[in-house]
């Protein structure tokens, strides 16, 4: 098990996902550069925690105990950069946000260092981020650089919330830690569509039921309960929950990549997904490691048709064809599975 490393900077501790830039396929980008983002790191992951928070140490400590648990699960990809942000002291963000640039520095760019973290700060995104954080706005989520220098990064602009609430901050680890994992083993910068990339219920789905499942095996949760709630009320993900869902939108289909423009990407993508690997592993018979991560191996080499159908013994069109018939039936019987 990797330990995070802790490092401090002045008064600052250290402690939608997205890529930021539209470079060449990735698979293109790997050849030229002779970079693999499929291996594994000896990088630890490093925590930044702004002034103001973990002053007993709770937002650390519960935030490691679903990342250390990820990370023992997944393996360890890198380099992986947590920011727990806040209001308050502007001078100490900055501070954060300019270690954030360094760390994405390309050293083997003809474009000098200075002028490489200079345009990073000045992204309008990372200036609305920046003035997100002061004004205190809970935002944020998993992003990550271009190749040859890639990191990721999982930012919260207000860790206030995940201070207060210990539960959700242990299960946001584990769950942006599963899009790591995943990120590193398909070109994130194809269309969803592609068989280079995953489909959004494969990333929202699988990152959401691993979670939940793991949070269960924390004792923080009761697993089954958790399933059933997302079909009734949506449980922590938001209204309406799968069922009313399912009544209202007929035609709903998982590989319907419009959703998040629709409005209907919790409904589909984390609830139905969820529920999607669920039907892989306990109706299946699908081991549980195979869906949540060893699939993903093959999806570089074979796209992720081949290496669904290599792993789960059907193809994509039978398992949703499959799926769509058992996620109508009634509550009492899909709850037979667990």
Not at 168 to 188: K, M, P, R
Request: hydrophobic share 40%.
């Amino acid at each position: 098990m990797k330990h995070l490393l802790l490092t401090t900077i002045a008064s600052v501790v250290l402690v939608g996902c997205s890529p930021i830039g539209y470079p060449p396929p990735l698979a293109n980008t790997i050849a030229n550069k002779g970079q693999d983002l499929t291996q594994e790191t000896d990088i630890k992951p490093v925590l930044f925690v702004a002034d103001g928070l973990n002053e007993n140490g709770s937002l650390i400590k519960n935030y490691q105990r679903g990342l250390k648990y990820a990370i023992n699960y997944f393996g360890n990809y890198g380099p992986y950069y947590i920011y727990l942000l806040g209001p308050g002291n502007e001078q100490s963000i900055r501070k954060i946000y300019l270690k954030r640039a360094e760390s994405r520095v390309n050293r083997s760019s003809l474009t000098k260092a200075e002028e490489q973290i200079n345009e990073f700060l000045n992204e309008p995104n990372i200036v609305a981020e920046i003035d997100a954080v002061l004004a205190g706005k809970a935002e944020g989520g998993l992003t990550w650089s271009d190749p040859p220098q890639r990191v990721y990064e999982d930012v919260t602009t207000n860790a206030i919330g995940r201070e207060n609430d210990p539960v959700e901050n242990t299960w946001g680890a584990l769950h942006e830690y599963h899009h790591v994992f995943q990120i590193a083993h398909c070109d994130s910068y194809q269309k969803r569509t592609s068989d280079q990339n995953l489909n959004s219920w494969m990333a929202e789905g699988m990152a959401t039921y691993s979670s939940a499942k793991f949070m269960g095996n924390l004792n923080l949760i009761d697993f089954k309960s958790y399933m059933l709630e997302l079909r009734k009320t949506g449980g922590n993900i938001g209204s309406p929950g799968i069922n009313e869902f399912i009544l209202g939108d007929k035609t709903w289909r998982l590989d319907n990549e419009t959703y998040w423009e629709a409005g209907k990407a919790a409904q589909v993508y984390y609830m139905l997904g969820a529920w999607a690997t669920a039907y892989l592993i306990h109706v299946h018979g699908i081991a549980e490691v195979t869906v949540l991560k060893n699939w993903y191996f093959d999806i570089p080499r074979i796209g992720k048709s081949a290496a669904f159908e290599k792993h789960m013994g059907l193809s994509l069109n039978k398992f949703y064809k499959m799926f769509d018939t058992f996620i109508i039936q009634p509550n009492e019987e899909v709850m037979k599975i667990f």
